[in-house]
Every structure is written in structure tokens, then in C-alpha cells.
């Protein structure tokens, strides 16, 4: 329950006038048994924390998840706070979360095939154009430079790209900010079991504070394996 008290207590951009706190939404996304693909969990209004709703999510989980989506949302300006806003968003197996604004969204190419489940959120249509970019043949490249590529070509101004998107089999991890530097974080914490993935450290008995270890911006890592490690990794 630690993580839900960054839903109260999380770091925001100093330009947003709301205060501490995501309380516009939270939900989990999880791969599937076999580990072929993402399937949604839960979506809920206001915050996670104190929440009865989160506590009786997360005692349904299994012990050992093999991969695991949660966000707590900190809607952006102009975007609705509605439910079908709240991220993780799941599409054909896919499954992505993030955190940042990306304006003009809606003329990110796509694939019209696609079908949008929100309120026009930034995040779908980010979403959507990532889904688009690593559907044809990769030419020889990896799915991570792929995703990278598609970020750094995105021809759109924004906050903040940072964001996880797995297909249940692995987890990439990006972190990518045009501006506030001391909100758009991402961190990682390596465990026997696995690798932790957080905005903000997360303070709870049994993780060093010291061993949460910050990605540099513009920089990708993938997750994979039995128990999940870090394999892949680059800067772009």
C-alpha cells in the first residue's frame, strides 16, 4: 500500500496549480497466465489511497505477478477526468501507461483501424501511434529502437514522454521529458525476483533507499525473463 500513497503525497509539475498528489484516477493492468499478452484489471475514479476498492485489486493479485501495470493519474489540463481517461489503456495485448502532456495529440499518425476507448486522451492517441509504429516489419531493428525511433520522430511539442508499455512478455520503459526535470523521473530498483519500476522511490520496509537507481532522459530499458531482469538498454 505504499505505492498508493503517492496517489496523496506524489510530486507534481510546479506549474499545476492542484498541489501534491494524483487523485484524478488510478488502475492495473497484468500479463495474462502464459505471458502472451496484457489484460486490464481495474480503472477507478478519485485517489488510491484509502481506497477499498485498490486494497481488495492489489490482495487479488497473484503472489508473483510477471508483469504488472499500476498508475496513479494527475490528469493533464484540458484533458476530462472520466473513467475512460484513466490509463493503464490495453489494446490487442498491449498495454501502456504514462505521465506527461503531448499537445495536438489527435495529428499523431495512426492506423484508422484502431478504435479509441476515451474522451480524446493524449495518452490514447500516443497510444495509438506507437502501436502503429512497431506494426510493420522492423527492418532488421529491435523493438526497442523501434520505439525509440518513434519517440525521438514524433514531430509534436510535449512534456513528457515518459511512459511503460508491455505486451506481457516484456516490459519497455522510457524516459524522455522536455521540461521540470524534478517530476518527470522514472526509477528502477533490481530484486532477486525481479526489477521494480517507480516515478518516485517508493518508501517501504525492505527497499534501500539507496539502491533506486534514476534513468537518464531519453534513455530506454527492457525487462524480460524468468525472474524478470533488465536485458536491454539504450540511450537515443
Known sequence: MAFSRQAETGNVPPVLPKGAGHRDGW??????????????????MGSAYGSACFR???HALPQQPGILLCHLRQAS?????????????????????HNGT?????????????????????????FHYLLTKIK?????????QTLADALTSIGLDYTSLNL??????????????????DYYTLYYYRQQGG?????????????????WTLMDNR?????HGSPPRIDESLNF
Open 27 to 44: 488502475g492495473m493492468a497484468i500479463a495474462n497466465g502464459r505471458q502472451t499478452a496484457m489484460v486490464p484489471l481495474i480503472r477507478q
Open 136 to 144: 510493420p516489419d522492423t527492418a532488421g531493428k529491435t523493438l526497442s
Open 102 to 126: 503531448v499537445y495536438q495529440a489527435r495529428d499523431l499518425p495512426r492506423d484508422p483501424d484502431l478504435v479509441f476507448t476515451s474522451e480524446d486522451s493524449d495518452t490514447e492517441h500516443l
Open 56 to 58: 481488495e485489486a492489489v
Open 77 to 97: 489540463e484540458n484533458i476530462p477526468v472520466t473513467p475512460s481517461n484513466t490509463h493503464p489503456f490495453v489494446h490487442n495485448g498491449w498495454a501502456l501507461t
Open 219 to 223: 534513455s530506454l530499458i527492457k525487462i
Open 164 to 181: 511503460m508499455l508491455s505486451n506481457g512478455r516484456e516490459l519497455y520503459v522510457i524516459r524522455n521529458f522536455k521540461a521540470h526535470a
Open 195 to 211: 526489477v521494480i519500476i517507480c516515478s518516485e522511490p517508493i518508501e517501504l520496509e525492505g527497499l534501500a533507499a539507496d539502491r
